[in-house]
């Protein structure tokens, strides 16, 4: 299925490259938006989004929610705090009423892998993954991918390194499909119990020595630890974590002096990654959530329907595209 009709969002997995690059160049176009003194453009005037929050979130739910603005949608928020979630109300109840009111598109993040896809096969609207357990994060993977790119031009001969937990991250999982898709070279690196048995069938190589994996390195995504798993015994201590995986200066030595720094937050400074190299020159940990509402615009409008934008594409032909919005049923 191509994006100019693709109707729901729901993973990198399987989207081919000519899909991707339309989001990466949609998303190039709308970026120029949030430069303006007036940051919006008419694309999504007349459609109602609601996002349904089940977990928590900063970056990508005020990220879902600028970007909707910017599009002149209009837009509801819904988080279990406050909801008939906490009264026992099922995901198909919840998501069943909030259509009822005549809602067009849902952004979702949910604790529950799949969680998206149950919705997409069961509402007439437009679904698009705001996070999904440990399955899939779509929007994260095609921000990075973006920030990549955005510094490179393409992605062959690339080499990235994604560094932690990477058994429990849908955000590895949507970078390595979008990645790999793309021709760029995937390493990945951790603690052997937070690998996953066969994660080379997805195209990456493993490697356990991270100044192995960081030799030549164009980037390094590095994943939040997340400290329960401490708790569950899949790594000795937090001080072990950081002095044999933390992501500093000295280890960095190994990559390509202009490799770059990810993460796609939130940060646990002082041990996944180091302080200075969180707020150094390399990190573009920043740019990465300024990206996220670039990408979400060109998601959100293409999900409902908008013509693909060029990434060369004038201010006018943007603003053009935006009025004239729907354009393919
Ligand atoms: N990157 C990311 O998903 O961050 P939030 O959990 O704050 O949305």
Redesign the pocket.
Known sequence: MSTTNRKHLLGLEGMSAEDLTRMLDTAESFKEVSERPVKKVPALRGTTIANLFF?????????FELAEKRLSADSVNFSVIGSSVSKGETLRDTAENIQAMKVDMIVI?HSAAGAPHFLAGLLEASVVN??DGAHE?PT?GLLDMFTMRERWGSFAGRKVVIVGDVAHSR?ARSNIHGLITMGAEVVVCGPPTLIPIDIEKLGVTVETDLRTALEDADAVNVL?IQLERQKAGLFPSVDEYARVWGINSDVLKRAKPDCVVMH???MNRGIEIAQDVADGDRSVILDQVTN?VAVRMAVLYLCNGGAAIESEETESAVDAKATKGKQVA
């Open positions: 977990e928590s979130s900063t970056r990508t739910r005020i990220s993040r705001a996070g994060h994260q955000v939040r796609p937050g939130p996220g």
